[in-house]
T-cell receptor, first 115, second 113 residues
Framework: GAGVSQSPRYKVAKRGQDVALRCDPI?????LFWYQQALGQGPEFLTY????????KSGLPSDRFFAERPEGSVSTLKIQRTQQEDSAVYLC?????????????FGPGTRLTVT | AQSVTQLGSHVSVSEGALVLLRCNYS??????LFWYVQYPNQGLQLLLK??????LVKGINGFEAEFKKSETSFHLTKPSAHMSDAAEYFC???????????FGKGTTLSVSS
């Protein structure tokens, strides 16, 4: 496809379960970002990859959150022992290069509901 | 640290009326500023961006924004609203490293006929 895709689109998890969210960026895009969007809020930065290197993970809210991009393409955001406050839409974005002059293209998001 | 404030969480206009969505920023370095639109169940789409080339920036769908350094503002306007403009709008600034985006809380635009 031409855009960023994310799967699953919706995920319901019981509190305490582990979840894995997948992002397929646009082919050839060097940079990949994860954002968390709580209900009624703007997206908040979680982490950033340049190719396979995770250059910034300052936004990850706890050590229960872990992201990887082992081959510099597909990325997975994993949340261990989910809590209710993890309920949010998780957005993935990719850009052709590094730096703000490159447009970030967003996927449709994964809506995570923790019950 | 960079931050963005969007004044008004909800704006309602009539079809054909002027759209004005307000955004003020705080940045310790010359900022890159962005406006994104989000339709229900869709990803964010870039409307326009300011990168210091010109203070008046034209974007898609007839939107434009003016960078005013003295007012630290980057308000989004459209002369004539269309029903299809109803969506959530986010203003954003790039972080100091120039990678991640810092978003405002968003403004919901409603357009009535």
């Amino acid at each position: 496809g031409a855009g960023v895709s994310q799967s699953p689109r919706y995920k319901v998890a019981k509190r305490g379960q582990d979840v894995a969210l997948r992002c397929d960026p646009i082919s050839g895009h060097v940079s990949l970002f994860w954002y968390q969007q709580a209900l009624g809020q703007g997206p908040e930065f979680l982490t950033y990859f340049q190719n396979e290197a995770q250059l910034d993970k300052s936004g990850l809210p706890s050590d229960r959150f872990f992201a990887e991009r082992p081959e510099g393409s597909v990325s997975t955001l994993k949340i261990q022992r989910t809590q209710q406050e993890d309920s949010a839409v998780y957005l993935c974005a990719s850009s052709l290069g590094a730096g703000p002059s490159y447009e970030q293209y967003f996927g449709p998001g994964t809506r995570l509901t923790v019950t | 640290a960079q931050s963005v404030t969007q004044l008004g969480s909800h704006v309602s206009v009539s079809e054909g009326a002027l759209v004005l969505l307000r955004c003020n920023y705080s940045s310790s370095v010359p900022p890159y500023l962005f406006w994104y639109v989000q339709y229900p169940n869709q990803g964010l789409q870039l409307l326009l961006k300011y990168t210091s080339a010109a203070t008046l920036v034209k974007g898609i769908n007839g939107f434009e924004a003016e960078f005013k350094k003295s007012e630290t503002s980057f308000h989004l306007t459209k002369p004539s609203a269309h029903m299809s403009d109803a969506a959530e709008y986010f203003c954003a600034v790039s972080d100091q490293a120039g990678t991640a985006l810092i978003f405002g809380k968003g403004t919901t635009l409603s357009v009535s006929s």
